[in-house]
């Protein structure tokens, strides 16, 4: 069974100050990565797809990469308007293209 | 966008009776899920399609029943909705040519 954990659960930050969310994995055959932002109320919205290890994708003030046991989300200089619940979502090698999703962490950037 | 929408956005219904959620889709896409999202547990797959007519069970699918009759939408129904089926629904779709979903913007259910 896939399966996604991702830490913390909440993070606060001041304005300009980077950190980095982790998701850690457990699939039988990865064959995609998926990082989504979640504002309140609204659907998640897709940032990134990883493939394999090593792999890196940027987007602004975000940066993703993968291992083969967990992928970060990094954050340079945050602003308050990357305050939103960060996603992580797995796809295993079953048919559908079906995702397991993780908890997702909270992240609120502050002035 | 990826040109879904749900209906309703919000709904509050009794016990016992029988609830159907719709997702709609514009751009012709052959894979549509159903997810629903709950505090701890993040989100979860109820039912998907892969065509018209074709769709399989997800992790949560007790309960539910889908049907996709025409492409561009994907109903959720509930026979007979109990509390414990209070949640967020996500509809999604799997964009042309990738492995992505793109969801939708989510209806509010809450069984009194």
């Known amino acids: 069974e896939d399966q996604v954990t991702q830490s913390p659960e909440a993070l606060r930050l001041q304005e300009g100050e980077s950190s980095s969310l982790n998701c850690s994995y457990t699939v039988s055959g990865l064959r995609g990565l998926f990082w989504y932002r979640q504002d309140p109320g609204k659907g998640p919205e897709f940032l990134f797809t990883l493939y394999s290890a090593g792999e890196e994708k940027e987007k602004e003030r975000l940066k993703a990469t993968l291992t083969k046991k967990e992928s970060f989300l990094h954050i340079t200089a945050p602003k308050p308007e990357d305050s939103a619940t960060y996603l992580c979502?797995?796809?295993?090698?079953?048919?559908?293209?079906?995702?397991?999703f993780g908890t997702g962490t909270q992240l609120k950037v502050e002035l | 966008d990826a040109g879904i929408t749900q209906s309703p956005r919000h709904k509050v219904t009794e016990t016992g009776t029988p609830v159907t959620l719709r997702c709609h889709q514009t751009?012709?896409?052959?894979?549509m899920y159903w997810y629903r999202q709950d505090p701890g547990h993040g989100l979860r797959l109820i039912h998907y399609?892969?065509?018209?007519?074709?769709?399989d069970k997800g992790e949560v699918s007790d309960g539910y029943s889908v049907s996709r009759s025409k492409t561009e939408d994907f109903l959720l129904t509930l026979e007979s909705a109990t509390s414990s089926q209070t949640s967020v629904y996500f509809c999604?779709?799997?964009?042309?040519?990738?492995?992505?979903?793109?969801f939708g913007p989510g209806t509010r259910l809450t069984v009194l």
């Open positions: 979502a797995v796809q295993g090698p079953g048919g559908g293209n079906k995702l397991t």
């Open positions: 751009e012709n896409h052959r894979y």
């Open positions: 999604a779709i799997r964009g042309t040519d990738t492995d992505t979903q793109y």
């Open positions: 399609s892969y065509g018209v007519k074709d769709t």
